[in-house]
């Protein structure tokens, strides 16, 4: 066994008993190749319709959900793992839009919908160095993977409240509306929200290059 090999397997056994941390050091790690892998079957005809940022944001956030039942088998098992569920995401997506066609309804193919680049380079900007301006930084794609990791290691309501807040545009009264809660409850979500990701980012300067 490699010594990449055992560390990684040493990562999946901190994961397991609930380290999050090693979770994360895990999806960062595969979160170049899972993207190369979606791509890559998003590029047939199979799968017209789904977006590629959805479908990797919606895999790392299960990934993460999901890593303490994960039994690792042969050589890059987690980066396996991970495209499975990236398949299985794309086949619901597929199914989705298929049925929406059919209703004559929109043919957005995924549930949760929204998770762009350009989105989360912007949620960066908030929680990056305050010294910087975001329009005279630039958000390297180490950075985007990076925040992917971090909005998957979120608490659902926090993830949700960043969502429909920053990701979907909607206003604190809607978004509370949604989530059945105060417009209170919900600032004090983002808040909290956006303090976990700046810890997470740190103060993000290692992922800035200059535009």
Not at 84 to 105: C, E, F, H, P, S
Not at 174 to 189: D, G, P
């Amino acid at each position: 066994m490699t010594s990449t090999a055992a560390d990684e397997l040493v990562l999946i056994e901190r994961a397991a008993q609930g380290d999050g941390d090693a979770t994360e050091e895990l999806l960062r790690q595969n979160f170049s190749a899972l993207c190369k892998v979606v791509r890559k079957v998003m590029g047939t005809s199979e799968y017209p319709l789904a977006a590629i940022d959805d479908i990797v944001q919606e895999t790392m956030i299960e990934a993460y959900k999901n890593i303490a039942g994960f039994k690792p088998v042969g050589e890059n098992a987690v980066l396996r793992w991970m495209a499975t569920i990236a398949y299985n995401k794309l086949a619901d997506a597929v199914r989705i839009a298929k049925a929406l066609k059919r209703g004559g309804g929109m043919t957005r193919a995924t549930g949760q919908g929204g998770w762009s680049r350009d989105s989360l380079v912007a949620i960066f900007d908030q929680v990056s160095s305050p010294t910087k301006s975001p329009s005279r930084i630039a958000a390297t794609d180490e950075a985007v993977g990076c925040m992917r990791v971090a909005i998957a290691r979120l608490k659902e309501d926090y993830r949700a409240a960043i969502q429909h807040r920053f990701i979907d545009g909607r206003t604190v009264a809607e978004t509370a509306q949604l989530m059945n809660r105060t417009a209170k409850s919900v600032e004090h979500l983002c808040e909290r929200a956006m303090e976990s990701l700046r810890a997470s980012m740190g103060s993000g300067s290692r992922f800035l290059s200059a535009t």
